[in-house]
């Protein structure tokens, strides 16, 4: 076992890096370009909405009150009349990206340092860097992707978007990975 106090340096490396090559990732590349597409007239959708002055929340239309309601002729009909969406709305304004990025850091350390303690509880100082990599990397991935699978399952998020985020949650696993190899005390 390693005393987690001593991983203090491949958990900030780590955070460091992964924020570091996400923001590559995001900002250099095209490969999320296209994620979102804008939705045919837009303009109209928005000026539809507005009057609504819907609060910031997930919504799903139409959603039943219960199961009972669910299994009733109307509402069946409501589905097949569409449209059937998950709605998100956010709050009106510009959105800071200081306070997402800060997030999203954090969010970095924190699987950092959960890895660390899976790290730490399985492995001695001094571990063979090819274990820790390997540990921490599938720790790591874990904690960056997995849960991403089930906003494709449950709420028809596009399949190709989790297997981008996975793709990435691997690529920001194995940086951890190799922060945490390089830098496991010896």
Same mark, same amino acid.
């Given at each position: 076992?390693?005393? =987690? ?8 490396? &780590? #955070?460091?890096?992964? =924020?570091?090559?996400?923001? +590559? @990732? ?20 928005? %000026?539809? +909405?507005?009057?609504? /002055? ?5 919504? =799903? ?31 009106? #304004?510009? %959105? ?5 990025? #800060?997030?999203?850091? +954090?969010? &970095?350390?924190?699987?950092?340092? =959960?890895?660390?303690?899976?790290? /730490? ?6 571990? %063979? ?10 720790? /790591? ?11 494709? @399952? ?12 996975? @793709?990435? #949650?691997?690529?920001? /696993? ?13």
């Amino acid at each position: 076992m390693t005393n =987690f106090g001593e991983l203090w340096l491949p958990i900030l490396a &780590s #955070g460091v890096l992964v =924020f570091i090559v996400s923001s +590559l @990732i995001h900002m250099v590349l095209p490969w999320h370009k296209n994620d979102y597409p804008k939705a045919p007239d837009e303009d109209k959708i928005l %000026d539809a +909405l507005r009057p609504l /002055a819907i609060p910031p929340g997930a919504y =799903f239309m139409p959603r039943p009150a219960d199961m009972k309601q669910m299994r009733s002729p109307e509402f069946t009909e409501k589905l097949k009349r569409g449209p059937v969406l998950m709605l998100q709305v956010r709050k009106n #304004g510009q %959105d800071s990206m200081v306070t997402r990025l #800060g997030s999203w850091f +954090l969010y &970095s350390l924190f699987v950092s340092m =959960f890895a660390a303690l899976v790290a /730490a509880i399985s492995l001695r100082p001094g571990a %063979d860097s090819h274990d820790v990599f390997h540990l921490v990397a599938l720790t /790591a991935f874990a904690g960056y992707s997995i849960a991403l699978w089930q906003m494709s @399952i449950w709420y028809d998020r596009p399949w190709m978007l989790a297997v981008k985020s996975t @793709i990435d #949650g691997a690529i920001y /696993a194995l940086v951890t990975a190799g922060a945490f190899a390089w830098l496991w005390p010896r």
